[in-house]
């Protein structure tokens, strides 16, 4: 039987072959694969739009064959329209959002009828009823109360869960506005680049050592063609008044800057941040692209 391990951008590391009792599945669900039932398939969690994971396809790889399957390996590592990537992570962010307010909507109801139960036995007992010792309603009474325990522990465990689950969903479903926030993108491009640049100084120590990286060539192709698209991204909302694009060149100390929705004095204007003042001895620093706004230092009186 072959079996071909396939790495794509848009599909992520998959699984191909595979059929139900052959084997397979022992050997790559200890190494971290995954079954997605909606494809029918196993894959790699976290695979889609990134760097193929290289010396776990070459472990599964490996391991499938000594365990009896011929395996071929196929990884594309062209990188595709980035604006087609983040459709594709919005849409996944659309369906986890989906899935977790379902999960949601179900912890709910079961904290619901769990404290339901709980009430039913409670309204039966009169208000302020002790426990009766030694009489022949001690049993029943014991048995209602770690009833109740027990619903009312499972309430809140299921409000726990429903809550926690609400959130998520509410977080996924928000995540395509925050990644083009203007400050959430400036930050992607200060790191993308910090990034970028310890990845160049780490693949050219390795060839010239004579081991050239494979797994940080992939992952520099990625991150170049990310930086390009969020760079372009960033532009287009400098033009449109979107983002600001304050500077020593334009902001003055003692002028008044406005970071994170307050107003703050400036004492010092650097290259690459500003520094407010804070009542205090020391100030605080901030990135320019944080800047929201801008005015000049008041007129001394």
Same mark, same amino acid.
């Given at each position: ?87 594709? /992570? !919005? $849409? =996944? ?8 307010? %379902?999960?949601?909507?179900?912890? @709910? *109801?079961? #904290? +619901? ?26 049993? /029943? !009474? $014991? =048995? ?8 009312? %522990?499972?309430?809140?465990?299921? @409000? *726990?869960? #429903? +809550? ?26 200060? /790191? ?110």
């Amino acid at each position: 039987m072959t079996l071909t391990i396939e790495h794509t951008e848009a599909e992520g590391t998959l699984l191909l072959g595979t059929s139900r009792g052959d084997g397979s599945a022992e050997v790559v669900k200890a190494l971290g694969w995954r079954w997605g039932r909606s494809i029918g398939l196993w894959f790699v969690p976290r695979s889609r739009d990134a760097a193929p994971k290289r010396p776990l396809i070459e472990q599964t790889a490996r391991q499938l064959r000594e365990a009896g399957f011929e395996v071929e390996v196929s990884i594309d590592t062209t990188t595709g329209d980035r604006e087609a990537a983040e459709a594709r /992570r !919005a $849409e =996944r962010a659309q369906e986890r959002s989906g899935r977790l307010a %379902d999960r949601a909507e179900r912890e @709910q *109801a079961k #904290a +619901d009828q769990r404290y339901a139960a709980s009430r039913k036995i409670a309204d039966g007992i009169p208000f302020g009823q002790p426990i009766l010792l030694g009489h022949h309603s001690q049993a /029943r !009474a $014991e =048995r209602d109360a770690r009833k109740i325990r027990s619903h009312m %522990d499972a309430s809140l465990e299921h @409000q *726990a869960h #429903a +809550d926690q689950a609400a959130a998520a969903a509410a977080s996924a479903a928000a995540t395509t506005g925050h990644r083009h926030n203007p400050v959430t993108v400036a930050n992607r491009i200060e /790191r993308l680049g910090a990034d970028i640049r310890r990845m160049e100084h780490s693949l050219a120590q390795s060839v010239a050592a004579g081991h050239p990286r494979q797994d940080l060539e992939d992952r520099l192709a990625i991150d170049r063609a990310d930086l390009e698209h969020w760079m372009q991204v960033r532009a287009d909302q400098l033009a449109t008044g979107q983002a600001t694009n304050y500077s020593r060149e334009n902001v003055a100390v003692g002028d008044l800057v406005k970071i994170g929705g307050s107003w703050h004095t400036v004492a010092r204007c650097n290259a690459k941040t500003v520094a407010v003042q804070t009542g205090y001895s020391w100030t605080n620093k901030a990135p320019w692209h944080k800047v929201q706004d801008h005015r000049p230092r008041p007129e001394q009186g």
